[in-house]
């Protein structure tokens, strides 16, 4: 079964409404039509992403985006937390399951934290010719 756009609208409202955080979700374009595969990694990864930045980062504000840029899909978490920990160098568990998720479809993963406090994190498919 696909995972479908309204999963991941229906995942951040919950999320919003139990940790009393905002959650804007910005959703361009969903891969329905392009597989179950991509639709449920990109689904984990935004989902692992707030799900990091409501714990670790005590963020109050999250954004998550995708949008079709040429050739690609662009998935963004950012979030307003307290970024990374300048020891952690984005090696934590669920950082790892990210980039082994995206890997299985071929997508580059990257996390970084942002001037001015927070965490933004990018996932960026290829999308098949």
């Not at 300048?86 to 995206?102: E, I, N, Q, T, V």
């Amino acid at each position: 079964r696909v995972v479908e756009k309204g999963a991941v609208v229906q995942h951040a409202e919950e999320a919003a409404r139990r940790h009393g955080v905002e959650i804007a979700v910005v959703l361009d374009d969903w891969p329905e039509a392009l597989g179950n595969e991509p639709a449920l990694v990109l689904y984990r990864i935004a989902q692992e992403a707030v799900s990091n930045a409501m714990r670790h980062a005590g963020a109050a504000t999250i954004r998550v985006s995708l949008a079709r840029k040429p050739g690609r899909l662009v998935l963004e978490v950012v979030d307003d937390g307290s970024g990374l920990p300048p020891d952690s160098a984005g090696k934590g568990a669920g950082l790892g399951l990210m980039r082994y998720r995206a890997g299985l479809i071929g997508a580059e993963l990257t996390v970084r934290s942002r001037r001015g406090g927070g965490v933004a994190v990018s996932c960026v498919w290829p999308l098949p010719a």
